[in-house]
């Protein structure tokens, strides 16, 4: 558990840097913006390995409460729009527009369905922390009215739609392969 709580605090730990613009801004101008984006990406690729190397070794899997049955029913379809929300984050879509902080809203559903769902100690430890940088990242945003301005298209709803509902479902059919549970009827 050690492992993935080191890996949690350097990868939301350095994602929160934007939340704090004079933080962010310092580490830029002391180090130039180019060492700070490679030094960002260091650091969570770093983060994200840690994490992924804790989880995988956090032992057997105590529980801390029971999972929740609603939870674990609406998983899958939570996770196609948490899939979609991602997608439409970076494309230049009215869904982004209308919701403003679409990555922040998915990785909230995606964190909260699978913390309510899984119960485990290293499960809560992990959804419970990306749920806590979420709305504290989302709340900073807000705070900041930190929004793009851009002007819509329908074509990247469309695409945001279609491909985040293709990678939430190949991730369902994958998803005991990759992370040892079955989610879905129609897994391998």
Same mark, same amino acid.
């Given at each position: 558990m050690t492992i993935l709580g080191i890996g949690l605090l350097l990868f939301l730990?350095?994602?929160?840097?934007?939340?704090?613009?004079?933080?962010?801004?310092?580490?830029?101008?002391?180090w130039g913006e180019g060492r700070y984006k490679a030094l960002f990406s260091i650091v969570s690729a770093v983060g994200l390995v840690l994490i992924v190397v804790g989880y995988a070794q956090s032992g057997e899997r105590v529980p801390l409460f029971a999972p929740r049955p609603a939870a674990i029913a609406i998983a899958p379809y939570a996770m196609v729009?948490?899939?979609i929300l991602f997608a439409a984050a970076n494309m230049k879509s009215y869904l982004r527009r209308a919701l403003r902080h679409p990555m922040l809203l998915g990785t909230l559903i995606w964190a909260g369905v699978h913390f309510l769902a899984n119960g485990d100690r290293a499960g809560s430890l992990l959804f *419970?922390?990306?749920? /806590?940088? !979420?709305?504290?990242? =989302?709340?900073?945003?807000?705070g900041r009215r930190a %929004?793009?301005? &851009?002007?819509?298209?329908?074509?990247?709803?469309?695409?945001?739609?279609?491909? *985040?509902?293709?990678? /939430?479902? !190949?991730?369902?059919? =994958?998803?005991?392969?990759?992370?040892?549970?079955? %989610?879905?009827? &129609?897994?391998?």
């Open positions: 730990g350095i994602h929160l840097l934007p939340a704090a613009p004079p933080a962010r801004r310092a580490l830029a101008g002391h729009v948490s899939f *419970g922390a990306f749920f /806590a940088y !979420a709305l504290i990242d =989302l709340a900073s945003a807000i %929004v793009a301005s &851009f002007e819509p298209e329908a074509r990247f709803d469309v695409m945001a739609i279609v491909g *985040g509902t293709v990678v /939430a479902l !190949a991730v369902m059919f =994958l998803h005991r392969v990759l992370f040892g549970v079955a %989610v879905v009827p &129609f897994g391998i």
